[in-house]
């Protein structure tokens, strides 16, 4: 569900001031289509912004912030209403809310005092440090990070260098104290080495007189460019370069063509940004792939051979594709998810002057557009259908390599103008699938309920982060058909003890604020921080003890709390003092990858402590966590 917040909530007569409109979704899936007008009461104006607000989508845990600037003629209690206030829901019903209202209180201006206009607030630029491939289009993110005690608000980020972008401006419409956001730019890099990037920004700041003022300046990032070294072409006696062992990869978006001219360009976007994701997650080379665009599709051609692991690298791109395409469509609505037909195929290959070609160019387009392979994905509620050539299935991937057995492909004989072969079709199975087969059986399948609470009146969290790399662990995850995530974000603790009863989890995960004394700060029913004792809680998960069998609260100084768990629970973790976001993220990436693989709690653990102190930037956090075991009695 959308919840609405609007701070600060207390204003001074005959005074300017900037209202910050926070939209969360605390639901446990994607809202949509949210329209939002706040009605100002009589005697607060509006100077600048919109009052009317439309959102396309956001996503579970995820929120929103824009913001509007007010100017109250005189003091008293007023009350912000919303005439207009609805949104479709993770089902697709449109849920109205008549009833929203919040209080604002105006004070009497203070009689003037002399101050100073409060200079610019310096936000720092920084890039995650990722090595792009030379003269191709890649993903840059920019990071923008505020410091600087003010909140800012329409900042707009350019890039500019030996790079060629798509034109674009980034926009971030509001950055809190302390916040952190992410803009992503499409490059193509035009030099090799450490390629000087430089970033103009600009951006409005409250002066504190009243006013807002505009800041810019200039920045400069140093970004990674690199290519995979390769043997000169060289030139046969047909007068053709030399051919070139590749593996070939076509790949088209089912359903491209109708979608609009904004959907499509939204479309080609998101498969930029999905291909890019699932080659990054394959481990494919720096400088590779390869892409030869072909309209809504393409072939992306990697290299073989040497010290390329070819079923790591196809499995590890099937899975991370499957992923990928997964999470992003549980976003969208229908007309819009991006469904893909893969095939693949291995050659000898020529590069020409719009690409390459050869008979496994052929091959893999007769494939990827056959049409047993358009029927398999088009009857299937799968992301997306692989088609492999029959010589590539049987040298690699027939074998049960990395966990995806050869029986995983249905062979098919294929016929598609000229081509005439056998193919092994791989269909990743999908959700209504898998209802289907465990209608009548029950498997032991654990539940992790992830709960998460970021307070509106202290430091927000990266949660969202940590919820989706946590999810992307399970995905990838060798055992990842024993588990399940539920979540539930925004927590109050009448939402947690709720959660526990409805899903009875095995593992239980918190990821929020904790206080030095070792308590926990959920959410209250406006959003604000509220402390639950440790003592408290921890007897109400022992009433679950039957069930639960490892609790992780991964928020600052938890380890009392953890430790109070353990006279109920048999594994408990907790915090030894104050942990950063990377750490914790950190580690539960590590946690998660060694439980979605089948091992025990306290390796668990291990692992991701050891995950922390490999990474030089949190290494010296990785004794903060603590292992609890119940002791047996």
């Given at each position: ?17 900037q209202l ?8 446990a899936g ?5 329209v939002?007008?706040?009605?100002l009461p009589?005697g607060?104006?509006?100077?600048s912004?919109?009052?009317?607000i439309?959102?396309?989508?956001i ?15 005189r ?10 206030f ?11 809310v008549?009833?929203w209202?919040?209080?604002l209180?105006?004070?009497a201006?203070r009689?003037?005092?002399?101050v100073?206009a409060?200079?610019a607030?310096?936000l720092?630029?920084?890039h995650d440090?990722a ?9 840059l ?7 600087t005690?003010?909140?800012v608000?329409d900042?707009y980020?350019?890039i500019?260098?030996p ?11 509001m950055?809190l ?7 992503p ?8 080495g450490l ?5 103009h920004?600009t951006?409005?700041?409250?002066d504190g007189?009243?006013?807002l ?7 400069q990032?140093n970004?990674a ?7 000169a ?6 007068g ?23 959907r ?7 498969l930029?940004?999905?291909?890019s994701?699932?080659?990054g997650e394959?481990g ?5 792939p390869e ?9 992306a051609?990697?290299?073989?051979g040497?010290?390329v ?8 791109l ?5 992923t990928?395409?997964?999470e992003?469509?549980e ?11 893969i ?5 000898v ?6 690409g390459y070609?050869?008979?496994a160019v052929?091959?893999?387009?007769r494939?990827?557009d056959?049409d047993a392979?358009?029927?398999a ?5 799968a ?10 299935y049987?040298?690699v991937?027939?074998?049960?390599y990395h966990?995806l057995?050869?029986?995983a492909f ?7 103008k000229s081509?005439?072969?056998?193919a092994w079709?791989y ?21 992790i ?8 009146d202290?430091?927000?969290l990266?949660?969202d982060?940590e ?12 055992e990842?058909?024993a588990?399940?995530?539920e979540?539930?974000?925004?927590s109050?603790l ?6 526990l009863l409805?899903y009875?989890p095995?593992v239980?995960?918190?990821?929020g604020?904790g ?11 406006a959003?604000?921080?509220?402390l ?9 998960f ?5 069930t639960?069998r490892?609790?992780?609260?991964n ?5 009392r709390?953890a430790e ?7 594994h408990?973790v907790g915090?030894?003092c ?7 993220i950190?580690?539960?990436?590590g946690?998660?990858?060694a ?6 709690v306290?390796d668990?653990?291990?692992r991701?402590?050891a995950?922390v102190?490999?990474?030089s930037?949190?290494e010296?956090?990785y ?7 119940r002791?047996?009695?």
């Amino acid at each position: 569900m959308i919840q609405v917040s609007i701070g600060p909530r207390q204003l001074v007569a005959g005074q300017r001031s900037q209202l910050g409109i926070k939209f969360a979704n605390s639901g446990a899936g994607a809202c949509t289509d949210i329209v939002f007008k706040l009605g100002l009461p009589s005697g607060v104006s509006l100077v600048s912004g919109k009052q009317r607000i439309e959102i396309e989508t956001i996503r579970p845990g995820d929120s929103r912030v824009y913001s509007l600037t007010v100017e109250p003629a005189r003091p008293g209690e007023f009350m912000l209403t919303s005439p207009n206030f609805s949104y479709r829901d993770s089902d697709d019903e449109r849920v109205r809310v008549s009833d929203w209202r919040q209080p604002l209180s105006v004070e009497a201006r203070r009689p003037a005092q002399p101050v100073q206009a409060r200079s610019a607030p310096q936000l720092s630029i920084d890039h995650d440090g990722a090595q792009l491939a030379y003269e191709q289009w890649n993903i840059l993110p920019i990071t923008v990070r505020n410091a600087t005690g003010a909140p800012v608000s329409d900042i707009y980020v350019t890039i500019a260098g030996p790079i060629e972008t798509n034109g674009k401006r980034g926009r971030i419409s509001m950055l809190l104290d302390g916040q952190v956001a992410t803009i992503p730019f499409n490059v193509k890099a035009s030099d090799r080495g450490l390629v000087p990037v430089s970033v103009h920004m600009t951006y409005n700041y409250p002066d504190g007189l009243g006013s807002l003022r505009t800041c810019s300046r200039d920045d400069q990032v140093n970004v990674a460019v690199a290519q995979r070294e390769e043997p000169a072409a060289q030139t046969s006696a047909t007068g053709m370069p030399a051919g070139i062992r590749k593996l070939c990869v076509a790949y088209d978006v089912e359903g491209y063509s109708g979608r609009g001219t904004r959907r499509e360009y939204a479309t080609q976007q998101r498969l930029s940004d999905t291909l890019s994701f699932a080659f990054g997650e394959a481990g494919a080379l720096p400088g590779s792939p390869e892409v030869q665009e072909q309209g809504d599709g393409g072939i992306a051609f990697l290299p073989t051979g040497g010290a390329v692991d070819e079923p790591r690298l196809i499995i590890g791109l099937l899975n991370a594709l499957d992923t990928r395409l997964t999470e992003l469509n549980e976003d969208l609505v229908k007309e819009a998810q991006v469904r893909l037909r893969i095939a693949l195929q291995e050659g000898v290959v020529h590069r020409a002057a719009h690409g390459y070609v050869g008979s496994a160019v052929v091959e893999v387009c007769r494939l990827r557009d056959a049409d047993a392979v358009r029927s398999a994905l088009a009857t299937s509620h799968a992301p997306m259908v692989a088609a492999v050539a029959d010589g590539l299935y049987r040298d690699v991937l027939a074998h049960g390599y990395h966990g995806l057995p050869g029986a995983a492909f249905t062979p098919v004989d294929v016929r598609a103008k000229s081509y005439t072969g056998r193919a092994w079709i791989y269909l990743p199975r999908d959700n209504e699938t898998q209802a289907a087969d465990h209608k009548d059986t029950k498997p032991a399948v654990q539940t992790i309920l992830y709960l998460t609470a970021s307070p509106n009146d202290m430091t927000p969290l990266r949660s969202d982060l940590e919820m989706r790399k946590v999810k992307e662990r399970l995905q990838l995850g060798r055992e990842r058909d024993a588990f399940r995530l539920e979540y539930c974000v925004a927590s109050r603790l009448d939402d947690i003890s709720q959660a526990l009863l409805d899903y009875e989890p095995q593992v239980v995960h918190f990821s929020g604020h904790g206080d030095a004394a070792g308590g926990l700060y959920v959410e209250d029913e406006a959003g604000l921080s509220a402390l639950v004792n440790p003592d408290g809680l921890a007897k109400m998960f022992g009433q679950h003890q039957s069930t639960i069998r490892c609790v992780i609260v991964n928020a600052c100084h938890s380890a009392r709390l953890a430790e109070a768990m353990a006279k109920y629970i048999d594994h408990s973790v907790g915090m030894r003092c104050a942990i950063g976001d990377r750490a914790a993220i950190q580690f539960s990436v590590g946690f998660y990858q060694a439980m979605f693989a089948g091992w025990p709690v306290a390796d668990a653990f291990s692992r991701g402590c050891a995950l922390v102190e490999s990474n030089s930037v949190t290494e010296g956090e990785y004794e903060t966590p603590a292992l609890f075991s119940r002791s047996p009695d």
